[in-house]
């Protein structure tokens, strides 16, 4: 009698989540057809994307790439199918149509529209097509859903342009960013493939090009683009690529006497094995490695890999990295961080520099290796490296792995020696500080106390190299004439955002919110810990409301970064605000006007993530694009102020 009862008892559970369900589509449906936008779409479906109906699916799609309301780019075309490679693109379409379960009339028709949307993808873009680059496979979940050709073209041009890395090409800059990917997070799976000569563009290249449709059965590439087009974070697809290795680094290791070509053969197909049940999970952990990696790896790769127009260049030969370059910007919010979790990256800061540069000034809680120890006295080196890995354990064991040299290629020799060491132990989560301390010193000169310290509880030494430094994050240096004090043209402008001011100064501060540190250490030591520097020592408030004279200041120093404004421009680069504004690391966004130096007011938008502030120029002649007119870290706002007279005009300074 008892089993029955509890039985019925969950049945009308059931029901209830069934009903659930259905109101939620209902909820999509009426969105939809009211041109809901990104954001609103992101939110109503998030924990809901396994619930996506198939005959909402390519709109909810639609509105995620942008496109929803693109017009047709085909109404005009003429049909003509006579572009060079007619007879490539005629075969492939109809290979991939092949793989749709409907009628023979039906897959005949829709291999007629994947042709004709091929070809005018072709013509109008002056590209030639290969078999090999992707574009029928990633056609195929589109045209699956039988929408207008105008539809598929749109979606296709924008998967193409957003998602797809540029360079996917044998030796490729893609395939060498997930080698330094790989590295970070399973070095002894990357160092056993490359023994084996199995670089990542063997088997990686078809992942790409086709976003896994290559490799992936129909049903899982819907219910995987359904989650990946609702991220709207181009850089998941190396994450997903990351977890299929990870899956099956058992199985790939245990292949030791298997050849290359068979080693790479099992590879290129790892991800058939994946089936529709399976795809919460897989994407679920590649969001865990994604918020396990550095943020600059986003930062520093985004514009060469998915920006706008020509590829612009990366940091370095990144073919030749020893591993993951970590921008500043992730070092100083680490140390200005108190605790570390496993949601945010923080770093065990190793500093290998000689112990006299040391001395005189380091990022506060670095410790200290000397390098030329590897080379002077093994079994101290040995010794103090027992102790790091001591003390990193004692702090959780969940900080990344971060050294730093002098910013000079002899140091960094030296500096590359320890780092190889730990790699070659198979160490996970072990990055360099791209610069070194000259770049660090330099970009901080202004807030030095804030990260630096020294021994002595002097003004921490600021070393630079013999030679100019090339700039070390994209967009940090100012338009023209090199450094200037603080107050100047530094300082200029931001401001005239219109409603809920108050709510924005609110956000801000509590965005910029630093945790209370202790004081410093008078000896030099290796392995100790417990070491903060106070932050904002002796400063002023940050948040002011004045009188008007402000404005007028302002103003002046305005004017004077102005006159490098029309340079400067051509040279920056342009974004989606919607996929910019819905990276991981974004925090905040906030539409606004911005006053220029002659008093006009441009449409822009301020994107805040934890630790820098972007802003975004709108474009007026491109919807939904906009320059990236400059970005500043956190760290250097001294001042936030408000006038009396005109609340809404916030002006921020930088120091």
Not at 1 to 23: H, S
Not at 327 to 332: R, V
Not at 392 to 413: L, N, V
Request: with cysteine; aromatic share 8%; glycine share 6%.
């Amino acid at each position: 009698m008892d089993q029955p009862a509890g039985a019925l008892e969950e049945a009308p559970d059931v029901e209830e989540n069934e009903e659930d369900a259905t109101e939620w589509v209902e909820r999509l449906r009426t969105s939809l057809k009211e041109n809901t936008d990104y954001s609103s779409l992101h939110d109503l479906c998030a924990n809901h994307t396994q619930d996506i109906p198939d005959d909402l699916r390519f709109e909810v799609w639609k509105v995620a790439l942008g496109v929803a309301r693109k017009p047709d780019a085909m109404a005009n075309w003429d049909g003509s199918l006579d572009c060079l490679d007619r007879e490539a693109i005629s075969a492939r379409c109809s290979t991939q149509a092949e793989q749709l379960q409907m009628s023979d009339e039906d897959r005949n028709a829709v291999a007629e529209d994947m042709k004709a949307v091929l070809t005018f993808y072709c013509k109008s873009r002056n590209v030639r097509f290969r078999p090999d680059n992707g574009w029928a496979e990633l056609l195929l979940p589109i045209a699956a859903h039988r929408c207008s050709r105008g539809d598929m073209y749109n979606v296709l041009y924008a998967l193409t342009h957003k998602y797809v890395p540029r360079e996917c090409r044998r030796d490729g800059r893609p395939f060498h960013l997930f080698r330094l990917l790989l590295l970070y997070h399973e070095p002894e799976l990357c160092a056993f493939l490359d023994t084996k000569r199995v670089s990542p563009d063997r088997y990686l290249q078809q992942w790409l090009r086709s976003l896994f449709v290559a490799t992936c059965s129909l049903d899982v590439i819907m219910a995987m683009w359904d989650v990946y087009l609702l991220e709207a974070d181009p850089f998941l697809i190396f994450f997903l690529a990351l977890v299929t290795l990870v899956n099956a680094k058992e199985v790939l290791m245990d292949g030791q006497d298997t050849s290359r070509s068979e080693l790479v053969e099992t590879m290129k197909a790892m991800p058939c094995q994946l089936e529709k049940d399976d795809i919460d999970d897989f994407c679920l952990l590649a969001q865990h490695y994604a918020a396990r990696t550095p943020q600059s790896f986003r930062m520093d790769y985004h514009a060469p890999l998915f920006g706008p127009g020509k590829p612009s260049a990366i940091h370095g030969p990144i073919s030749q990295a020893l591993c993951l370059p970590v921008g500043l910007t992730d070092l100083l919010t680490s140390v200005r961080r108190q605790t570390v979790s496993e949601d945010v990256v923080g770093y065990f800061i190793v500093d290998c520099r000689p112990v006299e540069s040391y001395r005189k000034g380091r990022l506060s809680g670095s410790f200290h290796l000397d390098a030329v120890l590897m080379l002077q006295d093994l079994a101290k080196f040995h010794e103090l490296v027992a102790g790091l890995q001591a003390t990193h354990k004692e702090r959780g064991g969940s900080e990344h792995w971060c050294f730093i040299s002098s910013g000079m290629e002899e140091d960094d020799q030296y500096m590359n020696m320890v780092v190889a060491h730990f790699l070659q132990r198979y160490v996970v989560y072990v990055s360099i500080a791209r610069g070194g301390y000259a770049a660090l010193a330099s970009q901080m000169a202004s807030r030095v106390r804030d990260v630096l310290e020294a021994d002595d509880g002097t003004e921490p030494v600021l070393t630079a190299p013999a030679e100019p430094f090339p700039e070390v994050e994209q967009g940090t240096s100012e338009p023209d004439g090199g450094a200037k004090p603080a107050g100047s043209a530094m300082g200029r402008f931001f401001g005239a955002m219109r409603g809920k001011t108050t709510d924005l100064r609110d956000r801000l501060y509590q965005s910029m919110q630093d945790p209370e540190a202790g004081g410093t250490s008078s000896t030099t030591r290796h392995v100790s810990h417990n070491d903060r520097s106070r932050h904002y020592r002796d400063s002023e408030p940050l948040f002011s409301i004045g009188g008007e004279e402000d404005v007028e200041e302002v103003a002046g120093d305005s004017r004077s970064a102005s006159e490098s404004d029309t340079e400067a421009a051509a040279r920056r680069p342009t974004v989606n605000m919607e996929t910019f504004s819905h990276r991981s690391d974004v925090t905040h966004c906030f539409k606004c006007s911005e006053m220029k130096p002659d008093g006009y007011m441009v449409p822009a938008q301020l994107v805040l993530t934890q630790g820098r502030l972007f802003v975004l120029r709108e474009l007026p002649d491109r919807p939904g694009w906009a320059q990236l007119h400059s970005q500043h870290m956190l760290l250097t706002i001294v001042k936030i102020t408000s006038k009396k007279k005109y609340p809404e005009l916030i002006t921020l300074r930088f120091g």
